[in-house]
């Protein structure tokens, strides 16, 4: 059944939105609510719905061009190899600038973690190096 403009003009109302916000609160405090709202949750469109407005919301990119990314890196982190079956969440992270949010590539959580916390920079990353190097001796 479709709604009529009249109910529409009144569920954009604030008086509508707060009459509308009531009897959602009043259904999800209810087991039917709950269990309704649990569902939803889970629920792989949902996911996948969350996570395709991510990708165009943070990194402005579509599941798509993911995707290609994906197979020019052969599958895997474009540092160290790893394949999305190793990773906890079954998927690699997208990497990016995080002054320009530029998308720059896939990698796992490791890689990606180890990047940002040593500075996301050429000069953390040719410290490190620097450092590994001095430990050989």
Avoid at 10 to 38: D, P, Q
Avoid at 69 to 81: E, K, M, P
Avoid at 111 to 133: F, P, V
């Amino acid at each position: 059944m479709a709604l009529s403009e009249a109910d529409i003009r009144y569920n954009n109302s604030e008086k509508g939105r707060a009459t509308n916000r009531a009897g959602w609160r009043r259904f999800s405090a209810t087991e039917k609510g709950k269990a309704r709202y649990a569902r939803y949750r889970k629920s792989p469109a949902r996911q996948i719905s969350k996570w395709r407005w991510w990708l165009k919301t943070m990194y402005n990119i579509t599941p798509e061009d993911f995707d290609a990314q994906l197979a020019i890196q052969n599958g895997t982190c474009a540092l160290c190899s790893r394949t999305p079956a190793e990773e906890r969440f079954k998927r690699l992270e997208v990497d990016h600038c995080h002054e320009t949010m530029k998308f720059r590539g896939l990698l796992c959580k490791s890689c990606n973690t180890s990047i940002g916390k040593l500075g996301d920079n050429e000069a953390g990353l040719l410290r490190a190096l620097a450092y590994l190097r001095g430990q050989r001796g």
